[in-house]
């Protein structure tokens, strides 16, 4: 199935984290920059856990006339004894998002690969599978899909397996630009692997380029790094069931060294596939680092001024206007916008 027709456009809220705005602030905020959709991610509203809250931001956002996603974070007990939790909480999830009017529920395997448990990528991946389908009839019975992010622990044709292991009717691909960079995918093989299963899409882009243990890869604002957008929506409205497309623009990062040439890497990714990393050294090769100006979010050890905090919190809305207009006269995503 492809796309036809204009894509609806929406913002993740993760982006603006460090303005530390409740879900109302987040959802107006939208609606001013002519959105379609926001997807409500980690949420810091004091009431989030409280189900009157969740109707309160389901009827705000049908009064604004957006489209609503959200989800929860890591759904990988970290140990056998803790499964039954874990089923509690992605339950919870589905709960949640079914009262806020949300069609599917965010959901991960674990933050990145270093922070699996013991055990082999193999036996997290049949866990997975064995816990999303313990709660295959809630999520069905809510009318939600469980939707799994490409995040930095798993490579696409892993999280696919994962995905049609479980079940397609009832779970589906969270699909991420900006994470496979750091698992040592091109962002492309992720959209052609995992884009069939997509029930969500978020654009983040990144500045791959070669350093001397291998290259180097930081997330910057959309149409400043390496990757072609241009050549990913059109992939999108190929290979895609209809979907609204979300900016997500994380900054404020230092670059991260992804060394492939050290021989130790590789037990952590035993199943790494050739052909993606050549892809994704030759991303690499065409890249450079970047060029910008860029507030460091995070710096070990120094505690931030209140000038550094206004000065994250400027930046953060900032990216995220300027990849919004990226997104819509350079990508032409979105509705709303072109009657505004």
């Not at 009832?170 to 698992?183: A, E, K, R, W």
């Not at 979907?243 to 670059?255: C, E, L, M, N, Q």
Request: net charge neutral.
């Amino acid at each position: 199935m492809s796309i036809s027709g204009q894509i609806p456009i929406g913002l993740n809220t993760y982006c603006l984290r460090a303005l530390k705005w409740n879900d109302a602030q987040l959802l107006d905020y939208t609606a001013s920059l002519k959105l379609d959709a926001v997807f409500l991610q980690d949420s810091v509203d004091p009431q989030q856990k409280d189900p009157e809250h969740w109707r309160a931001v389901k009827d705000q956002a049908a009064r604004l006339g957006m489209h609503l996603e959200t989800g929860g974070s890591a759904i990988l007990p970290k140990s056998e004894a803790e499964f039954e939790t874990s089923v509690r909480a992605l339950r919870y999830n589905i709960q949640r998002a079914a009262a806020m009017g949300s069609p599917i529920v965010r959901s991960l395997l674990a933050s990145d690969r270093a922070h699996f448990p013991a055990g082999t990528v193999e036996h997290h991946m049949e866990t997975a599978i064995k816990l999303l389908r313990t709660v295959r009839s809630l999520a069905m019975d809510a009318g939600v899909k469980i939707a799994i992010e490409n995040h930095k622990d798993l490579h696409a044709w892993q999280t696919r397996q994962v995905i049609e292991g479980a079940g397609k009717e009832f779970v589906g691909s969270y699909l991420d630009t900006g994470n496979p960079v750091f698992i040592f995918e091109d962002p492309m093989e992720t959209v052609e692997t995992l884009g069939p299963l997509a029930v969500t899409v978020h654009l983040r882009d990144s500045v791959v380029y070669e350093v001397p243990r291998g290259a180097s890869v930081q997330w910057v604002v959309l149409g400043d790094g390496v990757v072609d957008f241009k050549a990913i929506v059109a992939k999108v409205r190929e290979v895609c069931p209809p979907v609204h497309i979300y900016i997500k623009p994380i900054t404020g990062r230092p670059p991260v060294v992804m060394p492939y040439l050290d021989p130790e890497i590789w037990t952590m990714y035993p199943a790494m596939r050739g052909s993606d990393l050549a892809r994704f050294i030759a991303l690499a090769k065409k890249g450079h680092p970047y060029e910008g100006t860029m507030v460091v979010e995070e710096i070990p050890g120094k505690p931030a001024t209140p000038e550094y905090e206004s000065a994250i919190r400027f930046q953060q809305k900032a990216d995220m206007e300027r990849s919004v207009e990226y997104a819509k006269r350079v990508l032409d995503l979105g509705v709303r916008w072109r009657s505004a």
